[in-house]
């Protein structure tokens, strides 16, 4: 499963080129615009790492900062317009990983995110921390909608759908990952593999076909759902 990045800003241009650029990196992403809000979302949602704002609205990002620290070993990066030294001495003595001030590249932001989550995941594996992704049930219940991953079939209103294996893979994929946008990149990738050479037709022509399976009205989705430019969503 693609790793869980939330991102707690309040300036708004920034938060959704910020949520733009690691969904399209293949996160998964969740935001949050004040301080509170960030740290009940951090709290439930389990991220893998959290970008967090300094100046924040209700609890500013040292007080995020400071209350995550003893709940979680996350990587915490703060983002902040302020570059004195004292702002970094604090920011590292309650706990961030990292301190990146304003304006910052885009690029550089990505790879010092990368780094952190790889550095993370070695520390895991050395102290033989076990890994947080749990096997999925074996059977989903969606409403009218039951998918059954040992018979390798679905049921809608208790009628056996047929699907073909690639549809069921991109199903359960995108259900293990529902209410967040997954671009086709990540698809391909996760459903297909690295190495497949085909593009993202191949995505959309499936969901097409998963649309005209599991969708009331398939011209009018709401289960399926298109996120322009970007990917697609599974809503229950």
């Known amino acids: 499963m693609p790793e869980k990045i939330l991102i707690v800003e309040d300036e708004k241009t920034l938060q ?40 924040l609205p209700k609890l ?5 900062c400071k209350a995550l620290r003893p709940e979680t070993d996350i990587p915490i990066l703060l983002l902040t317009a302020r570059a004195e030294e004292i702002d970094r001495v604090i920011g590292f003595e309650i706990g961030a990983d990292d301190y990146i001030v304003k304006p910052f590249s ?7 995110v990368k ?13 033989g921390e076990p890994s947080k992704a749990t096997e999925p049930p074996d059977e989903i219940l969606l409403g009218n909608l039951v998918i059954d991953r040992k018979r390798h079939e679905i049921r809608l209103d208790d009628v056996v759908v047929p699907l073909k294996p690639k549809e069921m893979d991109l199903l359960c994929f995108l259900v293990e990952n529902k209410g967040r946008a997954v ?11 690295w190495d497949y ?6 995505v959309d022509v499936h969901i097409r076909w998963l649309r005209s399976k ?23």
């Open 60 to 64: 500013n990002g040292f007080e995020v």
């Open 183 to 193: 671009s086709r990149e990540t698809i391909l990738e996760k459903v297909w593999g």
């Open 115 to 127: 780094t952190r989550l790889k550095a993370y995941q070695r520390t895991n594996l050395a102290s």
């Open 214 to 236: 599991i969708e009331a009205n398939p011209s009018k989705p709401v289960r399926l759902v298109t996120v322009p430019g970007l990917g697609y969503r599974f809503e229950s």
């Open 16 to 55: 959704e080129t910020l949520v733009y650029n690691f969904v399209k990196e293949g996160y998964l992403v969740n935001s949050a615009d004040d301080g509170l809000a960030g740290l009940q979302i951090a709290r439930t949602w389990k991220p893998d790492l959290v970008l967090l704002d300094v100046m």
């Open 106 to 112: 885009m690029r550089e932001l990505i790879a010092r």
């Open 197 to 202: 050479i085909g593009g993202s037709r191949t």
